[in-house]
């Protein structure tokens, strides 16, 4: 394990960069450190294979899935969560765990109020409704996440959103995990599916007898639910490629090393998770280096955590801070912690490219995970440049009104009529003229 991780401390240089981080940064950019891109162009086959045949056969191909991919052999009628099923596991739900939803429900819901444009527009010109139905995917592989109903349905249900579809694989007991369940209760959320993978996405968006089409899918989850999501964009809308999960923290010396490699390995424990230090301090990140080998040992996913630091993670040593920052950008992090003390503020104004920052000795990852208000539903992969945060903006569609009266017309029908035979498109231009023709 030692040498493992010893591999894991990159000092950057140019010289380093060129030939031993361009890979990486590569990598990045075609998503294949997680699966994704170019080099894993055969995980879009298999899943277009699987959508495919979700698409002729319906329900039969997702228990067919289900099966082989989540070992539990469910019949269509089986797929369903039953509202007594939903009820039990409310009702047996320790009561001080259903305070503390209670109150991050209380957290989600109000911050998302706060930003939602959608009963804030004052302007005549745009219309904002709410998606009608939606499908939330809900992780349950690796690890359950209750935590992501509240992140993904309470947004929706700020927005408007009527109709709220859960899926998510049967691993606890040829189920979903009871908490799961009892955070959905909570929040009136009664239509679950003991479905996920490729399948679930595949039923959610092109319908099976038992699985209603949605109008958009949103939700974190493995390489397998990122491809199909990328797959069906177009029939659906989707919000981002928002998993495997990934941290960076840029830190420096006055940061507290052990609490450091705990955040780090808080990300990697998700197999596969992703976690980088950039440090401008080489005496900080072996100090970092140690924690991890001595924290690493007290987790009980310990070979598959030492996996991950191998495969997806390192600590990398810049000279230069201003460099840390560009590379920082580069990478566009799922979640960026900065620990530098009386700097974090300045260099978090640096950050342009990042899902979440989260700024500060005292504000991990966890914050957001569960808290915060923020959802922790998150672009990864470098998608950051391009995507956003879910939020409850994301559950609206906008339609421009457009309103004139003949006064408003004749005075700019000159210029639209000009326009118009200007890309030869005459019948454009006559559909302004017929209207002042005597």
């Known amino acids: 394990m030692d040498k493992v991780l010893d591999n894991i401390l990159i000092s950057y240089t140019q010289s380093d960069f060129q030939h031993r981080l361009i890979d990486f940064f ?31 056969s319906g329900d039969k191909a997702v228990s067919k899935y289900t099966e082989q991919f989540d070992g539990v052999k469910l019949q269509p009628n089986q797929f369903r969560v039953s509202a007594a099923e939903l009820k039990e596991a409310y009702e047996k739900i320790d009561r001080e765990l259903l305070g503390s939803i209670r109150r991050a429900i209380g957290n989600v819901k109000k911050y998302q109020e706060e930003i939602f444009i959608g009963n804030k527009n004052k302007h005549p010109g745009i219309k904002y409704t709410p998606i009608k139905r939606v499908g939330i995917c809900v992780p349950g592989a690796s690890a359950p996440l209750p935590s992501t109903v509240i992140m993904t349905a309470v947004p929706a249900q700020v927005a408007g ?11 606890y007991k040829t189920s979903i995990h009871p908490v799961t369940l009892a955070v959905c209760y909570e929040l009136g959320v009664n239509e679950v599916y003991r479905v996920g993978g490729a399948q679930a996405i595949a ?12 109008e958009k899918v949103v939700g974190p989850g493995n390489k397998w639910v990122q491809t199909a999501k990328k797959l069906v964009f177009g029939d659906v809308a989707v919000d981002s490629i928002a998993g495997p999960s990934e941290v960076l923290i840029i830190a420096n010396d006055e940061a507290n090393p052990a609490w450091v490699a705990a955040d780090m390995l808080s990300q990697v424990e998700h197999n596969p998770g992703c976690a980088y230090l950039f440090t401008n301090s080489e005496e900080f990140g072996k100090k970092v280096l140690t924690e991890l080998k001595k924290q690493i040992v007290q987790l009980d996913r310990y070979e598959e955590t030492v996996a991950s630091l191998e495969k997806f993670s390192g600590i990398v040593i810049f000279s230069d801070m201003d460099e840390l920052i560009e590379r920082a950008n580069e990478f566009a992090a799922e979640h960026l912690e900065i620990q530098c003390g009386k700097e974090s503020e300045k260099i978090a104004g640096k950050i342009e490219n990042a899902g979440a920052i989260f700024i500060g000795d005292y504000t991990p990852v966890a914050v957001g995970d569960y808290w915060a208000g923020p959802s922790h539903t998150l672009p990864t992969g470098i998608s950051a440049k391009f995507f956003s945060a879910l939020s409850s903006n994301d559950f609206i569609k906008s339609t421009s009104i457009i309103e004139y009266d003949r006064k408003k017309l004749a005075a700019s029908a000159d210029d639209i009529i000009r326009l118009a035979q200007a890309e030869g498109l005459y019948g454009h231009a006559k559909s302004v003229q017929i209207r002042f023709q005597n």
């Open 26 to 56: 590569l990598s990045k950019t075609g998503f294949s450190h997680f699966g994704f891109g170019e080099r894993h162009i055969e995980n879009n086959r298999k899943v277009v294979d699987i959508i495919s045949e979700v698409v002729k």
């Open 203 to 214: 039923a959610l968006v092109f319908e099976t007898k038992t699985i209603k089409h949605v």
């Open 161 to 171: 959103v009527k109709e709220i579809a859960v899926v998510s694989p049967p691993r």
